[in-house]
């Protein structure tokens, strides 16, 4: 697997500078050389029916002796290799990520280990009936990364980034993180997505042979090579990848269920999430990501709480906590959608911003002005009061429009904030 990537461009390379050599031969050809070779290859049409045929059995062949069922969930999916092969690959992966990382990992003194392997302990213990769960080594570094983000190997690595740590408001939040991230590595999601991997790049090599085949020359071939990968990329990686995540969403909510944590605090993290996303614009759509939306997440586990209500009754834990976590996301969305709204009335604001003619010295004089009738130059007879300050005479005009513009700028956000405040306060009391 680890030279799959090579031996995937070796394939493709080959493929394209063979079908480029067998283009140009065949546009050198005489019409009646095509000719004969379009009849010889409909003369042996059965034959190439039943070639494809058997290809197309074998592969389906193949497919079959390789589908495993997942854990848990009880999905089929196919996998390319064995457990012990896919072990080994990806020790040497986890070795190689932990020379990398080495140097950024939090000392097994610090504070956060205690809380992440109490939390992971917690769940392995809750879940000793999947076999899965029991077998794999569970091992936790915590990474010196401002990163609200945790990793985990299929060897059992779990790697939380420092940043996550910060963002989590309790241990229930982190459960369902850890849970997660258990998830991709009993599910065993990274061998399953590099077999789909293998299989699309069969057909991917297959039909890019085919292009530059058939395309009149290099230049069309490269548009169109660029386009497939694209669209293989929106319509087949990431959709997977999606459905992946969301399927270790659903397991590692009910990992944490039957560890008896507060299920209703995984609603509270993605909804946090998207809330950070959306304060930072950080959001991109859907569509061109790896991962389901925060918000899509958010909405995902509150539709199962009550499912899992039930999962922790089974478990006999105790009965969930009367002060319902999410109380606190009401308030928390109605402030960022405020400070967004305050954001982008200022960036109209400045967009609309023209500026005054006094901004402009060739164009206004305080000691001549211009009749706008005649177009005729005449002094000014209008004097300015005792006592206001004169930027151009202290010579801090900038200070001046600075304070100026700030005070307008506040203003704004003040009047924004508190307007939809007063609405949304409106709304609440209806
Ligand atoms: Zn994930």
């Known amino acids: 697997m680890i030279v799959w990537p090579i031996i995937r461009n070796v394939l493709k390379g080959t493929g394209i500078i063979s079908v480029r050599g067998f283009r140009q031969w065949w546009q050198s050809l005489p019409d009646k050389k095509r000719r004969y070779f379009f009849h010889s ?57 932990c020379a990398n990382l080495k140097e950024k990992f939090l000392p097994a003194n610090h504070l956060y280990y205690g809380v992440v392997l109490n939390t992971l302990n917690v769940l392995i213990n809750a879940n000793q009936d999947i076999s899965e769960v029991k077998d794999i080594k569970w091992t936790v570094a915590i990474v010196d990364n401002p990163a609200v983000n945790a990793i985990v190997l299929p060897t059992g690595h779990i790697f939380v980034d420092r940043g996550l740590m910060e963002f989590v408001h309790d241990v229930d939040q982190l459960a369902f993180v850890l849970a997660h991230e258990m998830s991709h590595a009993i599910l065993k999601h990274t061998a399953e997505n590099l077999s789909r991997l293998q299989l699309v790049d069969y057909l991917v090599i297959s039909t890019m042979t085919a292009l530059w085949a058939l395309m009149p020359n290099d230049g069309i071939a490269i548009v169109f090579h660029w386009f497939l990968n694209k669209v293989v990329n929106v319509l087949l990686d990431l959709p997977y990848s999606r459905f992946l995540e969301n399927e270790a969403d659903k397991v590692g909510l009910e990992l944490a269920a039957k560890a008896c944590y507060d299920i209703r605090c995984g609603t509270v993290f993605w909804t946090m999430m998207s809330l950070a996303e959306q304060l930072e614009g950080k959001s991109k759509p859907e569509w061109l990501s790896t991962h389901p939306s925060s918000f899509k997440r958010a909405e995902l586990f509150d539709c199962f709480i009550h499912k899992y209500s039930h999962v922790r009754h089974e478990c006999k834990c105790p009965p969930l906590p009367e002060v319902d976590p999410r109380g606190i996301l009401h308030e928390m969305k109605v402030k960022v959608d405020n400070i967004v709204t305050a954001r982008k009335t200022r960036a109209r604001i400045e967009r609309l911003k ?10 206004f004089s305080r000691s001549l002005t211009v009749d706008r009738i005649t177009g005729r130059e005449f002094s000014v007879k209008v004097g300015i009061l ?45």
Not at 390 to 396: E, I, R, Y
């Open 41 to 97: 290859a409909r003369k042996k049409r059965h034959e190439l029916i039943l070639l494809i045929t058997l290809l197309g059995c074998c592969f389906y062949v193949y497919h079959w002796k390789h589908l495993q069922v997942a854990p848990v969930s009880g999905r089929e999916r196919f996998i390319a290799f064995t457990d012990y092969q896919f072990e080994k690959i990806m020790e040497f992966n986890a070795q190689k990520l």
């Open 386 to 430: 005792p006592g206001v300050k004169d930027p151009d005479a202290s010579g801090d005009k900038e200070e001046m429009n600075e304070l100026k513009d700030k005070n307008i700028e506040n203003n704004i956000e003040e009047t924004v904030i508190n307007s939809t405040s007063t609405e949304q306060n409106k709304k609440v009391n209806k």
């Open 354 to 363: 023209i500026p005054l003619p006094n901004h402009d010295k060739d164009h």
